[in-house]
Structure formats: C-alpha cells, structure tokens
C-alpha cells in the first residue's frame, strides 16, 4: 500500500486549526498511525489505529479518518509543533507516507 | 523508562558487510516483537525488517531481501542488523524500534539511530 501525504510542506499561525492529509492506495482498514519528528530527533508516536491518543500527548491532536483517506487535526499550533508528520499503515505490509512539514508563518 | 540504543554504524565500503545492534532496557525484551527503520539523507522513513518476540519468524522489506539479517539475544536484550553487500543506497540513519502489541504493527517507542555510510 502507497501513502501519499499532502501537502507536502504546511506553513501556519500559532493558534491556527491545522490539517493533514494522508491518502492510501488501497484500503487501510484503520490501521494508520501518525508519527511527528522534529529536526534531528527520532520519530514520536502520536496517533495510532487512526485516532488512539498515545499517552503523553496533548490533546490538541486528534486523528479521524476510514478506508483510503486520514487526517491528523492539530486543534490549535504551538510552537513546538513544528516538525515532520508522517503517516504510517499497518493494514498490508509496512509503509510510510513520505511526510509533511509543518512550519509557523 | 524505555530505552533503546543503537550501536555500529559508521563507514564502509560497497559490497562490505557490517553488524547493527540495540541494547534495550526499561521494558521486559522478550515479550516485544522489534523491529529496524531507515531514513535515508533528507528523505523519509522506510522499515526494513521485523523479528517476532521469540526470533522464529521475521520478515524484510524488499530494498533489502536476501542481503540483510534481523536477529535478537533475547538474553542479552540485544537486538541485530546483519547487513551484507552494502549499497550506496543503504546508506541511512537505522532506528531500533518496538512494536507495540501485534507483530507488524506500529512502533510505540524508537531508538536515537545510527548512521551508516555506504561510500568507497
């Protein structure tokens, strides 16, 4: 299964209600996770099987999504949200979306 | 706290060999199934292969088929990457990660990585 993350680069206010888009191939059957990784950090979960919190994160994130189409929802952007999202399915093989940048305007 | 260090990496020659590990601690090892991924220079994330909590079954991605090696030391808490006919296009940051429940599934916690250049 190909994912294919739009955009590709996301440049946003602090405050702003900010959206992810993750596309599969094929259906992902809810097996999707999201991963944040911050310049020269390892990736961190977020999100898993589509919109599963992962302990510690801040409520402000939030995923939804079935079938082919996911999205990661940052309810309002702080500062130490800027990072590299990627989307990850699990539902048939291993795969990575090829990620989105998130920047502060 | 869970941890997981990754230790080996470096330069080396196309067509040579090199051996990944990672010490894991703060979580009981042999209950997890583990896992290696990749990140090439710039560029996202790629799994590469995937070993079962006991060792028996493991499965690769298909850059790496047939040249790579995943493996474990369940008494040691060690986790493998047997790397052989090395490919400039191996060339990566390798992350350790674990599998949070089911084999193949997502990975809850990563290691910081290693780097591995693949250059004559």
């Known amino acids: 299964i190909q994912l294919t993350q739009s955009p590709s680069l996301l440049s946003a206010s602090v405050g702003d209600r900010v959206t992810l888009s993750c596309k599969g191939s094929q259906n992902i059957n809810n097996y999707l996770a999201w991963y944040q990784q911050k310049l020269g950090e390892a990736p961190k979960l977020l999100i898993y099987?589509?919109?599963s919190l992962q302990t510690g994160i801040p409520s402000r994130f939030s995923g939804s999504g079935s079938g082919t189409d996911y999205t990661l929802t940052i309810s309002s952007l702080q500062p130490e949200d800027v990072a590299t999202y990627f989307c990850?399915?699990?539902?048939?093989?291993?795969?990575f979306g090829s990620g989105t940048k998130l920047e502060i305007k | 706290e869970v941890q997981l260090v990754e230790s080996g990496g470096g330069l080396v020659q196309p067509g040579r060999s090199l051996k990944l590990s990672c010490a894991a601690s703060g979580f009981t090892f042999s209950d997890y199934n583990m896992a290696w991924v990749r990140q090439a220079p710039t560029k996202g994330l790629e799994w590469v292969a995937s070993?079962?909590?006991?060792?028996?079954?493991?499965h690769y991605g298909d850059s790496v088929k047939g040249r790579f090696t995943i493996s474990r030391d369940n008494a040691k808490s060690t986790l493998y990457l047997q790397m052989d006919s090395l490919r400039s296009e191996d060339t990566a940051t390798y992350y350790c990660?674990?599998?949070?429940?089911?084999?193949?599934?997502?990975?809850?916690?990563w290691g910081q990585g290693v780097m591995v250049t693949v250059s004559s």
């Open positions: 099987n589509t919109n």
């Open positions: 990660a674990r599998h949070r429940s089911s084999y193949l599934d997502y990975f809850d916690y």
């Open positions: 990850y399915q699990y539902n048939n093989g291993l795969t």
């Open positions: 070993i079962s909590y006991g060792g028996s079954n493991t």
